[in-house]
Structure formats: C-alpha cells, structure tokens
C-alpha cells in the first residue's frame, strides 16, 4: 500500500486540513499501527483507504490499483470501524452470512469458519446481536471485517471496549494475520499495545505525518538499555563499577532502574558483565518506549 501527497479537507475554503500531504509506504506482512493523538487525521486516513470518502489531492494505491470509491481492489481489503451496523435480531453467524451473501461472492470464499474462531464467540454466535456486550458486538465485527481473509486488513481502534485479555488475543490474532504474509493496518491510541504488535509505525500530527519506521527505530531502542536490578536500587559503588566497564558510555540512577547508555560494547556482553560483577538483574531492555517516543514526536502540540 502505497500512500502519495494525500491531503483532504472537510471544507472548502477552510484552512484547516484533516490530513495534509501525507506520504508513507506499508509493505506485505507488516503490522503498521498509525498512531496520533485526537484529531491528527488517523480516521480520515483510512476512510479514504477504504474508498469510503475521496481525496482532495493525492493517492493511494493498493497492490498497484488506485483506490477510489467502488474501485474493484477494494475486495482485497477487509476493514473494521467503529459502529459496524448489525441486524439485532439475527444471531452472530447469520449477520456474517448476510453480509457475506451481500458481496455476492461465493460462500466459501468466506472462510466463516477462520473468522468466527478468531471472533472467538463461542456459543454466543447463535444468539441475538442484540444480547450482546459491547466486547462482543466488537468481536464480530472484527470477525467481519476478517470474511474472505483480505490481504489488507484495516483496523480503526480495535482494541476499544475490549477487556484486557481481549486486547492480549487482539495482538496474537494481528501478528498472526500477517505472519501469512497478509497486512494490517492498525490505528491506536494504546501505546504498549502498538510497542508489541506492530512491525512498523506511522506517527501522524495535525494531519501530517511526522515520523515512519520500524518500530524499534521510533522507540530508539538503540544505544540506551534500562537494567532492572532484582531487590530494589543498587549502590553507588556498584554504579561505579558499571561505569568503569569498557564499551559502557554513561551510567545514571533512575526511578525505574539502571540507565546504561552503550558505547561499543553489545547488550549481551554488558549482561554478562553485569553477572560477573554480581549486580542481580532481573531485567534488561530499551529505555525509550514508544510513549516517550511519542510524546517527544509530538511534543509541543501535545
Ligand atoms: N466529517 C467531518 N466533518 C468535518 N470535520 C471532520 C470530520 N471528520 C473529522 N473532521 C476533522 O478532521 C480532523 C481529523 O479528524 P480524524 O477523525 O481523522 O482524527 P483522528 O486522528 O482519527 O482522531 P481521534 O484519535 O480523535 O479519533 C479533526 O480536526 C476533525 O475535527
């Protein structure tokens, strides 16, 4: 999926864009997450990447087709938003089938059974739509939006109203979909979440983007490590002591841990000098996360 100078504007004549010349790529088999705080034009985005509203400049394109309203690659893309519209009355699986029936493909092309385990609903999905949890409802249609297995599956805040090992299952059925080779494209305002699904990232601001990468190079989970002592703070001794390691630039206290900034020397060879200094590690990984990241990125504007 190919994004180009994407720039859209609700109203004519008004100066404020929802999005603006927006450009970013996503390959196969990637999970992107767009992140951005409220407003920042993440919606609008993927409302004209699903063809649901036009562009004022710009395009996307889609396995090399550009998309547009009706465009025929629209079939290869699944997408999930907010208040999918459900028959109350009619069970779980007799809503999917509907739809289904309503694309005019042929049913096995549905692949009802992998959605539905997905959904994971169990017995629920011969009862009403209109009994359900909001979780559930959230479920399904994110089971929907899976009918047909798109290659390019986009999510619009999945994770909203699910309870936290709902969120958990989210994440594995996202890597999970993708690890086939297929993509998905996930906007989020849960940053943990996006740190462990998503191969990629997309930062948007005000309509414009302001970071893309890999995940790991956004959080900059480069050249400073976090070391979580076992039993609580270290002394300054032992401080010094890591200090004085070869390869080891800087080293400071924090709230959380150990700083230890790396200048030469690899995580693995600090680790093991740590355990022959005897400092007891109970943990070792970057310290920036992607919240800090993020709020760097979109700093003032925050
Ligand atoms: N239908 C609409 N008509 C007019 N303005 C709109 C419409 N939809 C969105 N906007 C405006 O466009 C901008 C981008 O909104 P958008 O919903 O794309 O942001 P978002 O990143 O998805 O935000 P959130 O995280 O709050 O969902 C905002 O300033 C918003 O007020």
Redo the contacts with the bound molecule.
């Keep these: 999926m190919e994004i180009t100078g994407l720039t859209?504007r609700?109203?004519k004549g008004q100066d404020?864009y929802?999005?603006r010349d927006l450009s970013f790529r996503v390959e196969q088999g990637q999970v992107l997450g767009l992140l951005?705080?409220?407003?920042?034009?993440?919606?609008?985005?993927?409302?004209m990447l699903m063809g649901l509203i036009s562009p004022d400049a710009g395009e996307i394109r889609v396995f090399g087709h550009v998309v547009r309203p009706g465009a025929p690659v629209l079939s290869r893309v699944g997408a999930f938003v907010e208040g999918a519209g459900f028959l109350p009355h009619l069970s779980g699986r007799a809503n999917l089938e509907l739809y289904w029936q309503a694309t005019g493909r042929p049913a096995e092309d549905a692949h009802l059974a992998e959605a539905l385990e997905i959904a994971g609903l169990g017995d629920a999905l011969e009862r009403a739509v209109r009994t359900y949890s909001q979780g559930m409802r959230q479920r399904l249609a994110i089971a929907q939006a899976m009918l047909g297995l798109p290659d390019l599956l986009i999510l619009?805040?999945p994770t909203n109203g699910l309870d936290p090992p709902q969120i958990r299952e989210m994440r594995d059925v996202m890597i999970r979909y993708a690890a086939g080779g297929r993509t998905v494209i996930v906007?989020s305002?849960l940053l943990a979440e996006v740190e462990q699904s998503c191969t990629h990232l997309v930062v948007?601001d005000r309509?414009r983007l302001v970071q893309a990468g890999p995940v790991a190079e956004i959080t900059g989970g480069g050249d400073t490590l976090l070391v979580t002592p076992a039993g609580g703070p270290v002394g300054a001794t032992t401080l010094e002591k890591i200090a004085a390691l070869e390869g080891v630039g800087s080293v400071a206290a924090a709230d959380e841990g150990i700083l230890v900034r790396l200048d030469g020397v690899t995580p693995a060879e600090l680790i093991a000098e740590l355990v022959r200094l005897e400092v007891p590690v109970a943990a070792v990984g970057p310290h920036r996360r992607l919240e800090d990241a993020f709020l760097t990125l979109i700093g003032g504007a925050a």
């Design positions: 859209k609700y109203a404020r929802a999005v951005g705080p409220n407003g920042a034009g993440k919606t609008t985005t993927l409302r619009d805040e906007s305002h948007m309509g």
